[in-house]
């Protein structure tokens, strides 16, 4: 079992910055890969970032390449996700969401791929 809390979001103006942490409680955290994703009303839930057990692989979606960073502290048990330059269309609720499968070596971009997921925090960006 992985339990896992979001934490990091909140307000702010188009062009900042914030770094969202996903921090896991649980034996087989440092042997999942882990993503983020975001949703908002209405909308399905969406593919944002995704990284290795190791952190050698990394995966993003094509709305937020160069812009945010996902990053582990394995020792920590925490995965981070770093969003610069955001944009009123990153303002969502983000998830993380631990896969276990695989030893977590591979990355994927499928929800239902994900065993364990947190309860999500709110980012608002501002125009």
């Known amino acids: 079992q992985v339990q896992l809390v979001e934490s990091g979001g909140g307000l702010v103006q188009a062009g900042g910055s914030l770094r969202l942490s996903c921090a896991a409680s649980?034996?087989?955290?440092?042997?999942?890969?882990v993503g983020w994703f975001r949703q908002t009303p209405g909308k399905e839930r969406e593919f944002v970032a995704g990284?290795?057990?190791?952190?050698?692989?990394?995966l993003y979606a094509d709305s937020v390449k160069g812009r945010f960073t996902i990053s582990r502290d394995n020792a920590k048990n925490t995965v981070y996700l770093q969003m610069n330059s955001l944009k009123p269309e990153d303002t969502a609720v983000y998830y993380c969401?631990?896969?276990?499968?695989?030893?977590?070596?591979?990355?994927?971009?499928?929800?239902?791929?994900?065993?364990?997921w947190g309860q999500g925090t709110q980012v608002t960006v501002s125009s």
């Open positions: 969401a631990a896969d276990p499968s695989l030893l977590g070596m591979v990355v994927t971009r499928t929800s239902t791929a994900y065993d364990y």
């Open positions: 649980g034996r087989t955290f440092s042997k999942c890969a």
């Open positions: 990284i290795s057990w190791s952190g050698g692989n990394t």
